[in-house]
């Protein structure tokens, strides 16, 4: 009943979006722009990068409402496709200035001072939630989660990151996700 | 195919955090439409994946939704069902249009009258041929008439000149007598051909049932000289007289008559 009245919802919101509602848009904004932001910010690691990409995301995705297929998926999940999308070939382009030995490398430590950032900064209530589930998860799998998810890697790439046979880092990822769906049941 | 196999594979949660080729992508979106098993799984690791990405929300400043509005176009607030699109379009096809519209009507309206006033021309041109085609064609026809009355009238003058040449013509005036004041005829006659013509000067009109008669008189009796109309010109008589001591006219009915009716007889003159 729930999931189905929010679906109704969600194709009248879509159909006031393809309308060009400003109304509309207050709702997507503050619904959606936490996520997205925090995604981006994630990837990107700078504010004010991570808010200019944010706007070029939100344009993007209020230019292209009418390529969105409500028959492929969710629109919070083809927004944060676009967001994480742009965000990734945001730092690919950075990346691809200095040598990619090198940028990997400051990928990897620049994760662990988002994760300082996150840990320390932002008192979010959000983040009470990240503690408890993320916590949880086994610290070798959170990292393969994050390389990939929001450092935009590859199999091979994180397989060479973290020094893994290619076969480890497919059924790692897959016990991750395992993982992840079990402690969101519950 | 083996689908737990392939659920097992790690290729469903590789494609839920995006860590997939495009290649693979469509693989895992085509199995998904077809395998409601393989949909199943996807969506709760698709959610799963959804729900860790939330967990780093993070609320972004203020003035960020503000600069973002400013970037993008909205439809006008009044919940109205005009579109502006659909209204734009028109009025740019009505810009452009109306221009190659009504050029294309005025050179055609144009071409339109001038044929219209080449064909009322043209028109115009025939009626006054025709006009003039059709009085040429009527005054050659009356030219033409009277040349034959002309060459009649000739003949007759010509056949009464030569009556009249011939030696012992006569020429005899009839007056009118008190039944006729005005009346005065001439009567042309030549008795070794036997001849007669009269040339009417001034006879009463008759009505259309009667006719002037003309009478040599032979030894006091009345012989037939043939009968002729009040006209000016000079008419030959279809009888031969050879002897008279006088003619006289009468009126006769048309055609004339055996004996005279003295009663009608109008003029009579002696042969001298």
Partial sequence: MKRQSSLVSESVLIEKLVQRDQKA????????????????LRIVRDEEHAQDLVQDIFVKIWKNLDAYDSSKGRLFTWMLNVARNTAID?????????SAAN????????VHVVDRQHNTQQPNPEHIGIQEVVGQLRPDRRQLID????GGYTHEEAADELNLPLGTVKTRIRAALQELKQLFKS | MNLEEYI???ILDSYAIGAVSDQEVREVNCLSSIYPEIRKELD????????YALLHSIEPPAGLKDRIMRQLTFEDADETIVRPLPIDRDLSAEATRPYTYKTSWMVAAAAALAVLFFSYFLITQLQTNQKTMASLRESNDSMQLQ??????SQGQTDQILAMLRQPGARTLE????????????????NPSTQQVAVEVKSLPALPADKQYQLWSLVDGKPVDAGVFDAGTAVQKMNRSIGKADAFAVTIEKRGGSPTPSMATLLAMSPVA
């Fill in chain 2, 8 to 10: 097992a594979s790690g």
């Fill in chain 2, 174 to 189: 009839l007056r009118g007598n008190e039944k006729a004041p005005q009346g005065d005829m001439l009567v042309f006659w």
């Fill in chain 2, 44 to 51: 709760e690791l698709m959610l799963s994946t959804e729900n």
């Fill in chain 1, 25 to 40: 848009f207050h709702w997507l904004y503050d619904q959606y722009s936490p996520a997205l932001y925090g995604v981006v």
């Fill in chain 2, 147 to 152: 040349l034959k009355q002309l060459r009649t």
């Fill in chain 1, 90 to 98: 945001a730092i690919r382009s950075q990346k691809s200035q200095p």
């Fill in chain 1, 147 to 150: 390389l990939v998810y929001f």
């Fill in chain 1, 103 to 110: 940028a990997i490398r400051t990928d990897e430590d620049n």
